[in-house]
C-alpha cells in the first residue's frame, strides 16, 4: 500500500556530514507525523528526530544542534540533515511515517528497510 524508500547513507569520517531521504509513495492521502530513528549495534530503535505536518520539530538530546529534519509535502519526502557526525552516530537509520491511506481513510504506520551510516573516528 505505502512503501518508504531511504537513501543518503554511508561511511563517513567523524565531523563529516550526511544527509538522508525518504519518499514515501502508493496508496497516499496524507502524511502525517515523519520522523527518524536509529538502532546502534546491540543496542534497541531509538527515536532521532520528528516533524509534523505542521514543521513542528523534535530532536533526541545527543542530535539537537547538529542534525535537522525537514519534509517535502509536495514530494512526499522527509529528510534528514545530520552534520558534525560523531562515531557514536553510526546506526542503520529508519524512516517513520504516520500515512492516512486514500482508501480506507485511516493512519496507518509504516517504516522503511533501513539505511546503514557509518562514522569512523
Known amino acids: 500500500q505505502v512503501q518508504l524508500v531511504e537513501s543518503g547513507g554511508g561511511l563517513v569520517q567523524a565531523g563529516g556530514s550526511l544527509r538522508l531521504s525518504c519518499a514515501a509513495s502508493?496508496?497516499?492521502?496524507?502524511?502525517?507525523?515523519m520522523a527518524w530513528y536509529r538502532r546502534a549495534p546491540g543496542k534497541q530503535r531509538d527515536l532521532v528526530a520528528a516533524i509534523t505536518s505542521g514543521d513542528s520539530t523534535n530532536y533526541a538530546d545527543s542530535v539537537k544542534g547538529r542534525f535537522t529534519i525537514s519534509r517535502d509535502n509536495a514530494k512526499n519526502t522527509v529528510y534528514l540533515q545530520m552534520n558534525s557526525l560523531k562515531p557514536e552516530d553510526t546506526a542503520v537509520y529508519y524512516c517513520?511515517?504516520?500515512?492516512?491511506?486514500?482508501?480506507?481513510?485511516?493512519?496507518?504506520?509504516?517504516w522503511g528497510q533501513g539505511t546503514q551510516v557509518t562514522v569512523s573516528s
Open positions: 502508493g496508496n497516499i492521502f496524507s502524511i502525517n507525523a
Open positions: 517513520n511515517a504516520k500515512v492516512v491511506l486514500t482508501t480506507p481513510r485511516l493512519e496507518y504506520t509504516y
